[in-house]
C-alpha cells in the first residue's frame, strides 16, 4: 500500500494495482460526521474534503485508519480479511512515527506489516538497479513534499525532504494567476492546468484555458493562460528542491558524487510530470535526470516488488553488508 498524501494505491499479490484513489475523507463540517472516502470524497458539494495523509505518514490517526481500513475492505470485499501489508516509510520518520505507522495498520484490520525505506521502494518501482555500487538518485515530489534519496548496494545511504511537493506548485500558479488575471481560481483548477500544460518543455507558445472567480465582479470567467506563466509560477519550488538536491549531494561520499555525476536522477511522483522539469533539474544539477515511465505508481510498484517476494529487503540487507 503507497500511502501517499494525494493518493493512495494499493497492489496485490499476481493482480498488480487494483486500487488508485485520492487520500481523502469527506465530513459534514457541522457534525463531523464522516460522509465518503477516496473517489467520491473529492466530488463536489460532497461535503468538506479532509487530507489526513501528510509525508507518507498519518497526520490525523483516526481519520487515516478509517480510510486504509475502507480501502483494503474494497479491496478484499470481505470485512473479516486481514491481510499482510508492505508500506513505505519515510527515512525521516521517527520511532514514533514508525510505531504509529504499524498501530494504525493493525488497527485497521491487517494481520502484519513490513516496512519499506520509501526511497528503495521508489527506486525498485522506477526500475533503478538498486543493487549496483554506483550511487543513483530518486526525486519523488508528492503532493506536500519532494524526497530525495542516494541509493547505493540496495540501501539508502543519504536522504532528505523539503515541504515543497505538488501543493506548492498549485498554490504559486494560483496566486501568479490573480496577480496578472484578477482571477481566483483553486488548488483543483490549478492542478488542471498543470495537467493541460502537458510534460514536455517545448512548445512553450501553448496555451490553457483556466476558469474561476473575478476578483472585483465576483463572477465566473475564464482567461488564456500561457504555458510560460505555469513554468515562471513553479520556478521557486523547483529551485527550492533544486537547492535540496544538492545538499544531499555534497553530503556523500566523493566516489557517490562522482557516480551520480554519470548515472543520474530519476524523477517519480505526480510533481514529476511539471512541464520542464527534467530539464530544470538537470540544468542545476549537472548531471543526467529523466522521468521515470510510470512516474504516479512508482512507489507502489515498488511495494509490489517487495509483495512479490517477501524476502527482497532482506536480501539486499544482506548484499549491503
Same mark, same amino acid.
Given at each position: 500500500?503507497?500511502?501517499? $498524501? ?9 493482480? *498488480? ?11 459534514? @463540517? ?8 477516496? !473517489?467520491? $470524497? ?9 487530507? &489526513? ?40 520518520? #521517527? ?30 518501482? =522506477? ?35 523539503? &515541504? ?25 483548477? !490549478?492542478? @488542471?492546468?498543470?495537467?493541460? $500544460? ?24 475564464? =482567461? #488564456? ?7 515562471? @509560477? #513553479? ?9 535540496? $538536491? ?17 548515472? *543520474? ?22 548531471? &543526467?535526470?529523466?522521468? =521515470? ?29
Amino acid at each position: 500500500m503507497d500511502l501517499g $498524501a494525494a493518493g493512495t494505491r494499493i497492489y496485490v499479490k499476481r493482480k *498488480g494495482i487494483v486500487l488508485d484513489e485520492p487520500s481523502a475523507v469527506a465530513r459534514d @463540517a457541522v457534525t463531523g460526521r464522516v460522509l465518503g472516502y477516496g !473517489a467520491e $470524497a473529492v466530488r463536489d458539494g460532497f461535503g468538506e474534503t479532509c487530507w &489526513p495523509i501528510s509525508g507518507g505518514l498519518p497526520a490525523d490517526g483516526e481519520l487515516t485508519r478509517r480510510l486504509v481500513r475502507h480501502f483494503l475492505r474494497k479491496v478484499h470485499r470481505n470485512p473479516f480479511a486481514r491481510p499482510r501489508v508492505v508500506m513505505a516509510l519515510p527515512e525521516d520518520a #521517527t520511532p514514533i512515527d514508525r510505531a504509529a505507522l504499524r498501530d494504525m495498520a493493525f488497527e485497521a484490520e491487517a494481520r502484519g506489516i513490513l516496512l519499506v525505506p520509501h526511497g528503495l521502494a521508489a527506486a525498485l518501482g =522506477a526500475g533503478v538497479p538498486v543493487r549496483d555500487c554506483a550511487g543513483r538518485m530518486v526525486i519523488d515530489i508528492g503532493r506536500d513534499a519532494a524526497r530525495i534519496a542516494v541509493l547505493s548496494r540496495g540501501a539508502v545511504v543519504a536522504s532528505g525532504a523539503v &515541504p515543497c511537493g505538488g501543493h506548492t506548485m498549485s498554490l504559486s500558479i494560483a496566486r501568479l494567476v490573480e496577480h496578472e488575471h484578477g482571477l481566483l481560481i483553486d488548488e483543483r483548477e !490549478a492542478e @488542471a492546468a498543470k495537467r493541460r $500544460a502537458g510534460t514536455e518543455w517545448k512548445p512553450l507558445q501553448r496555451q490553457v484555458v483556466v476558469r474561476g472567480r473575478d476578483v472585483e465582479s465576483g463572477r465566473e470567467r475564464a =482567461a #488564456t493562460l500561457p504555458v510560460q506563466l505555469i513554468y515562471e @509560477a #513553479t520556478r521557486q519550488p523547483v529551485e527550492t528542491i533544486v537547492r535540496a $538536491a544538492v545538499g544531499i549531494v555534497e553530503r556523500c561520499p566523493a566516489e557517490l558524487a562522482a557516480d551520480l555525476g554519470e548515472q *543520474g536522477a530519476v524523477l517519480v511522483g505526480g510533481g514529476a510530470l511539471l512541464r520542464g522539469l527534467c530539464r530544470r533539474l538537470r540544468a542545476a544539477l549537472c548531471m &543526467p535526470v529523466q522521468r =521515470a515511465e510510470r512516474p504516479l505508481v512508482s512507489v507502489a510498484l515498488g511495494l509490489g516488488h517487495c509483495v512479490d517476494d517477501l524476502g527482497l529487503i532482506a536480501k539486499l540487507r544482506a548484499a549491503a553488508r
